[in-house]
């Protein structure tokens, strides 16, 4: 199965893409604007799991490279499953939260995933 995994640079979406990388046939791509920390991942798990199995992308839903997201998608042969982890939060009390917190938040949680979907859907 081929992965694609948002917000792999941490907690359940780092701990996932390793879990599917380490299974035998599986390939993941993993997405995070954090690219030191994928670089991390990809250490992580060239010690369970070969190269051919995991890649990684440094990648923003709300500002997407779709031409290199879509080369390294083609590279790995398309897309089974994609795991839209990557969230947006921002910690205020409700009556606080102004349109442009509601907005960044959707852009990310909702609009985000959407369009990479759509962009993937070919695959």
């Known amino acids: 199965m081929n992965y694609v995994i948002t917000g ?5 979406g780092y701990d996932l893409a390793l879990f599917l990388a380490s299974g035998k046939g599986n390939k993941v791509l993993a997405l995070s604007r954090n690219a030191e920390k994928l670089g ?3 250490a992580a798990v060239l010690k369970i ?5 995991f ?4 990648f923003d839903l709300n500002h997407p490279d779709e031409k290199a997201l879509l080369e390294k998608v083609g590279a790995m042969g398309g ?4 795991v ?5 939060l921002i910690k205020k009390p409700f009556l606080e939260l102004g349109s442009g917190d509601w907005q960044q938040m959707f ?3 909702f609009f985000g995933p959407m369009a990479l979907i759509r962009s993937l859907f070919p695959f």
């Open 8 to 12: 792999a640079s941490r907690g359940i």
């Open 40 to 42: 991390q991942l990809k």
């Open 49 to 53: 799991a070969g190269p051919e199995q």
């Open 55 to 58: 890649d990684f992308l440094p």
């Open 79 to 82: 897309v089974d499953v994609v």
């Open 84 to 88: 839209n982890n990557a969230g947006s």
């Open 107 to 109: 852009e990310t949680n």
